[in-house]
Nanobody, 125 residues
Framework: QVQLAESGGGLVQAGASLRVSCTTS????????MGWFRQAQGQEREFVAA????????HYRSSVAGRFTISRDNAKNTVYLQMNSLKPEDTAVYFC??????????????????WGPGTQVTVSS
């Protein structure tokens, strides 16, 4: 019933930009905060960015602040992650997730209710 689907991943060179998207269905999109997480091969899943239901509150992990921008379009049921100045350390599968505590932008993956299958982002040197 509830589905999240990421798109836009790919292979890019260091310093390039990429935008990944997550389109949702089966839920009232504006009732959820949205987050992006990533998992590198052999590593634990980590928080990347999150945005509240209205877009007024955002949080980023320190290593991506100033390079990545999270945004959402409630009319399109879609959340985006614009990634600039990409580094090899950004290589990972990127997942979007929905959190029903809509006024916050939480970093703990355990509080998110729904997850997409992920999209691969690879940054070469």
């Amino acid at each position: 019933q509830v589905q999240l689907a990421e798109s836009g991943g790919g292979l890019v060179q260091a310093g390039a930009s990429l935008r990944v998207s997550c389109t949702t269905s089966g839920l009232i999109f504006s009732d959820y905060a949205m987050g992006w997480f990533r998992q590198a091969q052999g590593q634990e899943r980590e928080f990347v960015a999150a945005v509240s239901w209205s877009g007024s509150t955002t949080h980023y992990r320190s290593s991506v602040a100033g390079r990545f921008t999270i945004s959402r379009d409630n009319a399109k049921n879609t959340v985006y992650l614009q990634m600039n100045s990409l580094k090899p350390e950004d290589t990972a599968v990127y997942f979007c997730a929905a959190d029903r505590l809509r006024t916050f932008a939480r970093s703990d993956a355990n509080f998110y209710d729904y997850w997409g299958p992920g999209t691969q982002v690879t940054v070469s040197s």
